[in-house]
């Protein structure tokens, strides 16, 4: 028998040629497609699943069909047929008090559109910081997600650690850090941005404009991505001949640490410049010094990291480094696709590099 639908044009029926049946007002479905091209509904599901056993002008009157009726598969039955659900799982963490960025928006954006055009959907789940495995246990128990992307990771991650052992499929946006303690490089596939390099560039970019004295507002040390981002300062003023001493603070992230830090800089070393790990510690930097009477880019100059909106849109504006975070979710998503595919990532880690944009703050 010739490819094509046993009940349409071929076979018994020929010579009376069928018009198309009427079609169920509704959402599209498997029949009403099937309606509409005037096929069976197994013609249909060869046509979306198998397509290569029908005959060209079937196969085409079927896909006018489908994108006549704007018709998607059915999620749940593809689910039960491959044991896949073309999901994959973000963690979304609880927004942090007394901060101002919110970069994470042009991230996930990015990710959902590149995953769509695998034929994947992003699904956002609830993850506390300190009960990090509970949403990926519930993740995992329900096989409501194929692979996960991970965020803000480093060697020792709970989470890295956790959906290793679990065998589960993920990519990480943020580098191990280090190797394990056999010396062996890690093997789950990473994203993540140069912050020393950004930093650097911010740093160079005051010194270049004649600023010597300029300090350095960081977190806590034991954030390692807060600490590479300080190494780019220490480099840069190290490799001008400046000197760090007394000009670096730590602490939470917050904007009132950046307001209470920048009153405590200015007592103590009085800076002309001010190098903020985030936005929004510069917020809190900036805000300082207008209780002070003074103003970020004529007084004292003020960079941040993450170029947010808020950087964009504050008076005056913030100089700030820019992620790119459009790139990192691009290559995460191909890190996806390849590792859902059983294929080999052949480079397992990425490290892109950020801009500076500069703005009236410095």
């Given at each position: 028998m010739a490819r094509g639908d046993a009940r349409g044009t071929t076979g018994a029926g020929r010579g009376r040629r069928r018009t198309e049946r009427p079609v169920p007002e509704g959402p599209p479905t498997l029949a009403t497609v099937a309606?509409?091209?005037?096929?069976?509904?197994?013609?249909?599901?060869?046509?979306?699943?198998?397509?290569?056993?029908?005959?060209?002008?079937?196969?085409?009157?079927?896909?006018?069909?489908?994108?006549?009726?704007?018709?998607?598969?059915?999620?749940?039955?593809?689910?039960?047929?491959?044991?896949?659900?073309r999901l994959i799982g973000l963690p979304f963490e609880p927004a942090q008090e007394g901060t101002a960025n919110?970069?994470?928006?042009?991230?996930?954006?990015?990710?959902?559109?590149?995953?769509?055009?695998?034929?994947?959907?992003v699904l956002l789940f609830a993850s506390d910081p300190e009960e990090a495995e509970v949403g990926y246990e519930r993740m995992l128990r329900s096989t409501a997600v194929d692979a996960f992307v991970v965020t803000d990771t480093y060697r020792g991650h709970p989470q890295v650690d956790y959906l290793q052992q679990r065998g589960a499929l993920f990519v990480a946006f943020g580098r191990p850090w280090s190797h394990d303690d056999d010396g062996e490089p890690p093997t789950h596939p990473w994203v993540d941005v140069d912050g020393a390099a950004g930093v650097a560039q911010a740093t160079h970019h005051l010194i270049d404009r004649g600023h010597e004295v300029i300090a350095w507002l960081g977190w806590t040390a034991d954030q390692p991505i807060g600490e590479d981002r300080r190494a780019g300062w220490m480099s840069a003023m190290r490799g001008r001949g400046l000197s760090t001493t007394r000009l670096s603070v730590r602490g939470?992230?917050?904007?009132?640490?950046?307001?209470?830090?920048?009153?405590?800089?200015?007592d103590a070393r009085r800076p002309t410049g001010l190098v903020c790990v985030s936005d929004t510690v510069a917020m809190g930097a900036m805000r300082a010094l207008h209780e002070r009477g003074l103003v970020a880019g004529r007084d004292i100059a003020v960079t941040g990291f993450d170029d947010s909106q808020v950087a964009q849109t504050v008076s005056p504006g913030l100089t700030s480094v820019r992620q790119p975070l459009e790139e990192v979710a691009r290559a995460l998503a191909h890190r996806l696709e390849l590792l859902l595919g059983h294929r080999p990532v052949e480079e397992p880690g990425l490290l892109l590099q950020p801009t500076l944009v500069v703005r009236e703050s410095s």
């Open positions: 309606a509409r091209a005037g096929v069976s509904r197994q013609t249909v599901s060869n046509a979306i699943n198998n397509p290569a056993l029908l005959a060209e002008d079937t196969l085409a009157k079927v896909e006018r069909a489908i994108a006549d009726l704007g018709y998607s598969p059915n999620l749940a039955a593809r689910t039960l047929r491959t044991r896949t659900t919110a970069l994470m928006d042009r991230f996930v954006h990015t990710l959902v559109e590149a995953t769509r055009e695998m034929g994947y959907h939470d992230g917050t904007m009132e640490y950046g307001r209470r830090a920048t009153h405590a800089l200015i």
